[in-house]
């Protein structure tokens, strides 16, 4: 898998966990109106990067900070990958003042969106979507052999028998 397609499903993943942990940053009509899914229409991802702009801007104040990021790097969104998300909207930052305005957002979307578009119809296909990633398997415990070994005994000289 690329860095970018990496990239892409880690965005992806974010955005689909994004709409719990971040509830308490929720905008005016937060929830309302669909889910924080990933688009699959080029023409979707405006309404999109507004959604998760208003998620994010936890204080209103027209700008994404590092601060209100944080919430993508703790928790389980952290766990799953919501770090890479949280560096793929901080490359939105155009301007470079710390602050992503929802301009940039929605021009990172799109830029997003296209890297993830390979056939460049403005359509992502099932294969073109990103896949989140799996989950760690459990740690397999050691299960005994079906015909346990014998139990040595001792012999009358101190050896096994």
Do not use: C, H, K
Request: no cysteine.
């Amino acid at each position: 898998m690329t860095y970018q397609a990496n990239l892409g499903a880690a965005a992806a993943l974010g955005l689909l966990l994004l709409a719990a942990p971040a509830a308490a940053q929720t905008g005016p009509g937060g929830g309302q109106g669909g889910g924080m899914g990933l688009p699959r229409a080029l023409a979707d991802v405006p309404a999109w990067a507004d959604r998760l702009f208003d998620r994010l801007d936890a204080n209103q104040d027209g700008a994404v900070t590092g601060d209100e990021l944080a919430v993508l790097s703790r928790g389980p969104v952290g766990a799953m990958g919501g770090s890479r998300l949280r560096r793929m909207i901080g490359q939105s930052d155009a301007s470079n003042d710390g602050r992503i305005s929802r301009e940039e957002m929605t021009a990172g979307a799109q830029r997003m969106f296209n890297r993830m578009d390979a056939d460049g119809d403005g359509v992502l296909s099932d294969t073109e979507r990103p896949r989140p990633p799996a989950r760690p398997a459990s740690p397999a415990m050691p299960m005994p052999a079906a015909e346990p070994e014998p139990m040595p005994f001792p012999d009358m000289a101190g050896g096994a028998a």
